[in-house]
């Protein structure tokens, strides 16, 4: 499609002075939610609110339990706390490795230096966007106490997979599972953080179960449990999630799967709208029997379908007419001392990433087939006006 300067301006992108595509911008998230307000208007009512234990934490532990099929729960302040006290419970320290993609969350990566060990990377698969485990044969060595496995961006890795390869060795290596961004996702049949030795969960200010902060730690193995509880119990709780915190959650955790099939059924549709519009493919899953969250929904961008424009201006220019499109994360062999961790290959794929990959927020995904229309609509507007948003900012650079 040429990039030829368009003259009408109901034809330019808000970022060059048209209207927003969507001038209310982004939803909000997390939005207004009567049964929250209701919950936290009861705490407060009740003054279970201002306990340092009560009956909300002990019930969404509960519920997180009966959702992860009756594991150990152990609720914290964060999915990165959660992350470091998981390699923590596995006994993770200094002189171990653990094998990690190269594309993740930077704070997993982080966790296992605070332990003391290495992170050993290994490239992700080219359509999934996620940790590939035909890697894993190659990476695993004496040292390798556990391998983390994310979720990424409505991509599944395929656990079956990863498992298998663990248990083979001798001894195995413990698995823990990342779910941070896909609460109540299935992975070929099992809930998404279970398949792990241990897992994870994130209820961190935009994820789809939100409490502004918070985590959990999840896991079928009581002699973990009890060294995390050992490790977080210092006469009080050095990581607690609060009451106030449990309370705003629960009605969430209600809703979660009602919400995740409204999530992605959009998700579907927009892949259906996608098939047609090039130079953005969407993370792909090849696991049967899997049904991905979308706390991200990721996506390869391609600038050469936009007359080079580049990925980050492309996403601010997305971000101006009302879509909360971002770059997806770094990729980690490409933000660290090489001295920090051990590669594995040439890692091509997640150095693609590092410049190719968007996320689009999930509150999107809740709106309707109109709001995802209107993303195409922003995305080809966009397009049309390829080369002027370009010489727009060479000019002012
Ligand atoms: C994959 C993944 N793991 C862990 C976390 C950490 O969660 P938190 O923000 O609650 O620390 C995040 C946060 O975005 C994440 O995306």
Redesign the pocket.
């Known amino acids: 499609m040429p990039n030829t300067p368009a003259r009408d301006r109901d034809d330019l992108p808000a970022l060059l002075g048209g209207s927003p595509i969507r001038p209310q911008g982004p939803p909000d998230w997390p939005g207004s939610d009567p049964a929250v307000t209701a919950a936290v208007q009861s705490a407060l009512a009740d003054g279970s609110w201002g306990k340092y234990h009560g009956p909300h934490t002990s019930k969404l532990t509960d519920v997180v339990a009966q959702t992860h099929g009756g594991c150990h729960v152990m609720l914290c302040s964060?999915?990165?706390?959660?992350?470091e006290l998981a390699l923590r419970g596995l006994r993770v320290g200094p002189g171990d490795e653990v094998i990690l993609a190269a594309y993740?969350?930077r704070?997993?990566f982080q966790n296992v230096l605070t332990v003391g060990a290495t992170p050993v990377l290994i490239d992700i698969h080219p359509t999934s966007g996620n940790l590939d485990p035909s890697h894993l044969a190659a990476a695993i060595s004496k040292r390798t106490k556990a391998i983390i496995v994310?979720?990424?961006h409505g991509g599944v890795v395929s656990m079956p997979d990863v498992v298998r390869i663990a248990r083979q060795q001798t001894p195995p290596i413990p698995v823990i599972e990342?779910a941070?961004?896909m609460p109540g996702a299935t992975i070929a049949g099992k809930t998404a953080g279970t398949w792990g030795d241990v897992g994870?969960l994130?209820?961190?200010g935009?994820?789809l179960l939100s409490a502004g902060?918070?985590?959990a730690v999840i896991t079928s193995l009581a002699d973990v449990a009890q060294r995390i509880k050992l490790y977080t119990q210092r006469g009080n709780d050095a990581y607690p999630l609060s009451e106030l915190q449990a309370v705003a959650l629960l009605p969430q955790c209600e809703r979660l799967a009602e919400f995740n099939r409204r999530r992605a059924a959009s998700a579907n549709r927009l892949r259906e709208l996608l098939a047609n519009v090039s130079g953005l493919r969407p993370f792909e899953n090849a696991v049967a029997n899997s049904q991905p969250g979308y706390?991200k929904f990721g996506l390869q961008y391609d600038p050469v379908a936009f007359g080079g424009l580049s990925r980050d201006l492309f996403a601010e220019a997305m971000r101006a007419d009302g879509i909360a499109l971002d770059a997806g994360f770094r990729s980690l062999h490409l933000t660290h001392a090489s001295s920090r961790f051990r590669p594995i290959g040439t890692l091509t794929h997640a150095t693609d990433a590092d410049a190719r990959v968007l996320t689009l927020h999930h509150p999107i995904l809740l709106e309707g087939p109109e709001a995802l229309r209107q993303f195409v609509d922003a995305v080809e507007r966009i397009r049309r006006n390829a080369t002027i948003l370009q010489s727009n900012r060479k000019s002012k650079i």
């Open positions: 964060s999915g990165t706390v959660a992350m993740d969350f704070g997993n994310s979720h990424l990342d941070a961004q994870i994130s209820f961190g935009s994820k902060r918070g985590g706390y």
